[in-house]
């Protein structure tokens, strides 16, 4: 009779065991399927989002052209070549006025403004 028992209590927690195990599975099942639905309608929305027409953007380029110097023979004159000189030093001590300038304001900090 004890025997009886014994038997009848590991059939019960055997069956507990089994029916957590199958209701364990059932949800990992579901949340698979789950997972492969959205995965499946986030590649629908990406293919419908390819087929849609990109709108294009026209983008406009302000060129600016350098004056150009002319010279001729009768201009290759010590004095002529060096006034040329001197008005390339000129330019080039302008532009680096000017990147001197823009990256002082780049490097700028601002100071205490409450007062």
Same mark, same amino acid.
């Given at each position: 009779?004890?025997?009886?028992?014994?038997?009848?209590?590991?059939?019960?927690?055997?069956?507990?065991?089994?029916?957590?195990?199958?209701?364990?599975?059932?949800?990992?099942?579901?949340?698979?399927?789950?997972?492969?639905?959205?995965?499946?309608?986030?590649?629908?929305?990406?293919?419908? &989002?390819?087929?849609?027409?990109?709108?294009?953007?026209?983008?406009?380029?302000?060129?600016? &052209?350098? &004056?150009?110097?002319?010279?001729?023979?009768?201009?290759?004159?010590?004095?002529?070549?060096?006034?040329?000189?001197?008005?390339?030093?000129?330019?080039?001590?302008?532009?680096?006025?000017?990147?001197?300038?823009?990256?002082?304001?780049?490097?700028?900090?601002?100071?205490?403004?409450?007062?």
């Amino acid at each position: 009779m004890n025997y009886q028992k014994k038997l009848a209590g590991s059939a019960a927690t055997l069956m507990i065991v089994l029916g957590g195990a199958l209701v364990l599975v059932a949800v990992i099942g579901i949340v698979i399927q789950k997972n492969r639905s959205l995965q499946n309608s986030s590649i629908s929305e990406i293919n419908q &989002t390819k087929k849609q027409a990109v709108p294009t953007m026209e983008i406009v380029v302000n060129t600016v &052209t350098p &004056t150009m110097i002319q010279t001729t023979l009768t201009d290759t004159t010590d004095t002529k070549l060096t006034a040329d000189t001197a008005k390339i030093d000129e330019t080039m001590k302008a532009i680096s006025s000017d990147a001197a300038t823009i990256d002082e304001g780049l490097n700028d900090q601002m100071g205490d403004l409450s007062e």
